[in-house]
């Protein structure tokens, strides 16, 4: 596609309930990052993924939050009985290659509600 | 771990008048690169500029350079002719160079600018 897509654009859910967040890369694109932003914040790195490899995985607060990447395409960052505290906006992002200054390119996140 | 430090929460300019946003990293690497991203209203995540520290050269993108001082680590945005487009947050964000682990986007806090008409 033409960007980083994401599904759904906005989700509420209630506490305790798990949501799966998902991300389509751009095509061609070998790495995948997932970074959640509060209001008024910088967004706070999660994990990544290059190919189907999760690379890096400690920005996961905690194991409540999970993520693959199994075909090195599409990745889906799944919490499970979610809290109040979860509540943010979640963005994925993709580049060429890690590290290689190719830049990241965000999506347009997915804006979690727990209630 | 490398921090990115904005000091500046929020700025406001006149129109067509030039600002200039600062932001300080701390790393003990020696070849890294910078960015700074836009999020306008929307929400969305844009690419502003890109700089390279082994690169002396200020990086410029038409209307936006920075001043990078690296010795300093500072790595300012300087925004000529402001628009009213360019009212956004705007963040600063560290990446070290692949091979050296660490190899993900650290953000500052970010800097509110409005341009005012």
């Known amino acids: 596609g033409a960007g980083v897509s994401q599904s759904p654009r906005y989700k509420v859910t209630k506490r305790g309930q798990d949501v799966a967040l998902r991300c389509d890369p751009i095509?061609?694109?070998?790495?995948l990052y997932w970074y959640r932003q509060a209001l008024g914040q910088g967004p706070e790195f999660l994990t990544y993924f290059n190919y189907e490899a999760q690379q890096d995985k400690s920005g996961l607060p905690n194991d409540r939050f999970s993520a693959e990447r199994p075909e090195g395409s599409i990745s889906t960052l799944t919490i499970q009985r979610t809290e109040q505290r979860d509540s943010a906006m979640y963005r994925c992002?993709?580049?060429?290659?890690?590290?290689?200054?190719?830049?990241?390119?965000f999506g347009n996140g997915t804006r979690l509600t727990v209630t | 771990a490398q921090t990115v430090t904005q000091s500046q929460p929020e700025m406001s300019v006149q129109e067509a008048e030039t600002v200039t946003l600062s932001c300080t990293y701390d790393t003990s690497e020696n070849n890294y690169y910078l960015f700074w991203y836009k999020q306008p209203p929307s929400r969305q995540m844009i690419l502003v500029i890109r700089?390279?520290?082994?690169?002396?050269q200020n990086a410029t993108e038409n209307r936006f350079s920075v001043n990078f001082q690296k010795a300093a680590k500072s790595f300012s945005l300087k925004i000529s002719d402001s628009q009213l487009g360019d009212t956004a947050m705007y963040f600063c964000?560290?990446?070290?160079?692949?091979?050296?682990?660490?190899?993900?986007?650290?953000f500052g806090t970010g800097t509110r600018l409005t341009i005012i008409p």
């Open positions: 700089q390279e520290a082994y690169k002396q």
């Open positions: 964000a560290f990446m070290n160079r692949p091979g050296r682990g660490n190899e993900k986007l650290t």
């Open positions: 992002a993709s580049s060429l290659m890690t590290g290689d200054n190719s830049p990241l390119h």
């Open positions: 095509s061609g694109h070998v790495s």
